[in-house]
């Protein structure tokens, strides 16, 4: 019977949704399961929910004791890839919050993305979502490009992609430009929310405009010139992050995973340049907080 007195726990913490995994310490998975939003920059008491909840989960299908987390009986072993833990003080507050973990070892989800991308081989990584970020490892070395924020940053993400689209669809509607395809499925999909597409966008979040990045795709797809020159800006801005990145000492030869929910969709409209330096993903995020998780318990 497997040994259970010492557990990893693994965490893929995003800003919409949360993914936890459960092993031993030789890797053999115990359970998964899922949990709500976990973004620690914009709350790390939401985080710490989400990431309790989706673990009382993977306990039940794993087979444990509902107070395993309590009754000394276990030595968790923790790593999370969290967003917003670049934010100082952040990753001390979940700790906190976390206090029946052992060891917890929270790293940005770029770190755990870019490991996981390349099976914890030097490598760099583009993540192009509602948000887009630049990272690479080489030795230990880390590196970092964009990620900042909507709308300060995030260049050639789903979110601005929709912002670019709302902005395009109100200059439109004013006369200052003329109207596009783009414009109508901007503007008829406003109103199918039962908005005016005039003022929808106030208090509008990220993911909200990210939300229209796929009506911008599909219209581009079928020749709307003002939707193909949005996609092209994107294309244009996810290779200043993957030149950027790779301007260091040592850094220059390596190749690009490009990952997240919109990279299938882009990397086609970033140029060749950009496209002859990318190879697949090995791994996921989650793959990458679990080789955290086994190093950290290597040293116990």
Known sequence: MTDRSKLLLAMDAGATKTVLRIA???GDVLAESRGGPANIATSVEQAAKSMEGAL??????AGLPEDVLHNGEVKWIAAAGAAGAEVVGRPEKLKALLPYLTIFDVRTDAYTSCLGAHNGADGAIVAIGTGTVGYAI???RNHRVGGWGFPQSDEGGGARIGLAAVRHMLAASDGRIEESDLFIAVRHHLQELGSDPMTWSVGASAADFAVLAPIVLKTAKNGCEAAVKL?????QDIASLVETLLKKDGFSEMKVAFTGGLAVELL????????DK??????TSLDG??????ERASMM
Do not use: F, Y
């Open 24 to 26: 031993t310490p030789s």
């Open 56 to 61: 009382r989960h993977a306990i039940q299908a």
């Open 138 to 140: 080489c030795g230990d």
């Open 231 to 235: 996609l092209e800006k994107a294309g």
């Open 268 to 275: 086609p409209w970033c140029p060749q340049t950009v496209r």
């Open 278 to 283: 990318t190879v697949s993903c090995q791994g």
């Open 289 to 294: 907080a679990m080789r955290v998780a086994m």
